[in-house]
């Protein structure tokens, strides 16, 4: 969990991609800019590293938001590990790559690979006098050993959420998760074109969503009461989304798995897959 502060001046956007959001009715709407892509269901961002000096290494696009009048610590979450376009196989690979995305905004940073880096939350902006942000983050694409990464295109799903400033309680639930495409040409071997193709292809990745997740819980608490025995908020506790009681059982998801630990129920256990207790809760 990150615990950084900074105050924030919000300003005409400057830079591209624009990744505009804005807190309505109780969400976070994803795209206000209309900067984004389709991406089947979903909306993608381009992150092009066009800088011919330093080509791997960008911090032009950035996050923006309104109506966000809470305030409070707003932050991106990673919903995926790191995948890569294969051109060869027309897919996006999840596995079998060396490159990794460094993500960092002052003194926060988070590095993704094609094995860890999912559920890491990092800093945006601190809302202080407010309702409006603009931060931009840094990109930067490499091997572990700092070699430079092929041309072509990288993708991580990511959301936004607003905590405050304990990092305790969300005050903004999980948007929509959207994916942040990284496009490398430096070598001229990946153009717009080829970058479009990958575009038409949408990745098998499980992605949370976050409002069911609260909707199975509120079931558990009608269902099961001698262990969950009174309705509670989730947040996120070490990379899980979770409820605590006052009894000390916890029950948490964490990638696409149902869990309990404390109280009565002693260690962390797994359940299965969440997937199971929605068809099981009918949702």
Same mark, same amino acid.
């Given at each position: ?8 001046? %919000? ?10 959001? @804005?807190?309505?009715? =109780?969400?976070? &709407?994803?795209?206000?800019? @209309?900067?984004?892509?389709?991406? =089947? ?14 080509? !791997? @290494? ?7 938001? #309104? ?11 990673? &919903? ?18 060396? &490159? ?15 094995? &860890? ?16 942000? *603009? ?7 490499? $091997?572990?050993?700092? #070699? ?5 295109? !990288? ?9 405050? *400033? ?12 959207? %994916? ?15 970058? %479009? ?43 899980? !989304? ?11 998801? $964490?990638?696409? $798995?149902? !869990? ?24």
């Amino acid at each position: 969990m990150f615990l950084l502060f900074a105050s924030v001046t %919000a300003i005409a956007h400057e830079g591209a991609p624009n990744m505009a959001f @804005r807190w309505h009715d =109780g969400n976070i &709407e994803v795209d206000t800019a @209309r900067q984004g892509r389709v991406l =089947g269901d979903h909306t993608a961002f381009v992150v092009p590293f066009t800088d011919t000096f330093t080509p !791997y @290494r960008m911090g032009d696009a950035g996050f923006t938001g #309104s109506g966000f009048d809470q305030g409070g610590i707003v932050a991106y979450q990673t &919903e995926s590990t790191l995948l890569k376009w294969s051109e060869a196989q027309s897919q996006w690979l999840h596995e079998g790559f060396e &490159e990794q995305i460094i993500i960092s905004r002052l003194a926060d940073e988070n590095i993704v690979t094609e094995e &860890e880096g999912n559920g890491l939350q990092g800093f945006i902006a601190t809302l202080i006098t407010g309702t409006s942000f *603009e931060a931009h983050p840094t990109f930067q694409i490499q $091997k572990p050993d700092g #070699s430079l990464p092929d041309d072509g295109a !990288y993708m991580v799903f990511v959301n936004i959420l607003g905590l405050d *400033e304990s990092g305790e309680h969300i005050l903004y639930q999980p948007s929509a998760p959207f %994916a942040l495409v990284f496009h490398i040409n430096a070598q001229t071997g990946f153009d717009r074109l080829a970058l %479009a193709q990958t575009l038409q292809v949408v990745p098998e990745v499980q992605l949370n969503d976050y409002n069911r997740m609260d909707t199975l819980f509120d079931w558990a608490e009608s269902q099961f009461n001698e262990l969950f025995p009174h309705p509670v908020e989730s947040r996120f506790i070490s990379g899980f !989304y979770a409820r605590c009681y006052d009894n000390s059982v916890c029950v948490g998801s $964490k990638d696409g $798995k149902i !869990y309990t630990a404390g109280g009565v129920l002693g260690e962390i256990a797994e359940h299965g897959s969440i997937e199971n207790f929605y068809q099981t809760a009918g949702l």
